[in-house]
């Protein structure tokens, strides 16, 4: 199955693409987690993210297409991927559909987890992540087992500063702008499905078995 996520900051999208990995046997490729790798390791490609962001800029399309083509090229991906963080803009969804094609393959559905911004801003504000190994927790639903600790590594948790309540806005302002448009690309093409994101985990897995099977 090839998948990809969309949905605003805070829908669940990378608990979700989680669960969905294991259950179908294929990778989550998170951009986000990717791009840093690829700085952590300095390859060519994260030599060039890392000068971008150092200046305080977005990574362009182009390095963003660049990088999740190489991802998406492992042997790991052969048989199906669940893309989370990308594609971001009507550019990137176009340049993937293309690389897809040139495989001969193609993607199998779009998920939309739809979520009001009460809920978004309660989970953001919740968030908790390692800054060594980069795992992610929530104040009430992802627990550590020790407080203030990562299970993984046991350092020290910290709240991302675009987490806090007074940047959600901004967040949510900027994916409307960039990202939002994407539902109309995928909707047209047949292939978006809406997921009511508001739902606890139990439950939006359940209606992603749902929509998955057809029901």
Request: hydrophobic letters at 35%; a positive charge; charged letters at 30%.
């Amino acid at each position: 199955m090839r998948f990809v996520l969309l949905g605003p900051p805070g829908a669940g999208k990378g608990t979700h693409a989680r669960i969905m990995s294991e259950k179908w046997k294929v990778p989550q490729l998170a951009t986000g987690d990717i791009l840093r790798r690829h700085i952590r390791e300095q390859t060519d490609l994260g030599k060039r993210a890392k000068a971008i962001l150092d200046r305080g800029e977005l990574a362009p399309d182009t390095l963003v297409n660049e990088l999740m083509k190489d991802q998406l090229a492992k042997p790991e991906a052969k048989n199906g991927f669940i893309l989370d963080g990308y594609p971001r803009t009507i550019g990137q969804a176009e340049s993937l559909e293309a690389f897809l094609k040139s495989r001969n393959e193609k993607l199998d559905v779009a998920l939309y987890f739809k979520t009001s911004p009460e809920v978004i801003v309660d989970r953001l504000s919740g968030r908790r992540s390692c800054p060594k190994c980069g795992a992610n927790y929530h104040v009430r639903n992802i627990r550590p087992k020790v407080e203030g600790k990562c299970d993984v590594c046991n350092a020290d948790l910290v709240q991302r500063s675009d987490d806090r309540p007074e940047t959600v806005q901004h967040r949510l302002e900027v994916y409307e702008k960039d990202t939002a448009p994407l539902l109309n690309y995928y909707r047209k093409s047949g292939l978006l499905k809406e997921i009511p994101g508001d739902l606890n985990v139990p439950e939006l897995q359940k209606e992603l078995s749902n929509v998955l099977a057809g029901k």
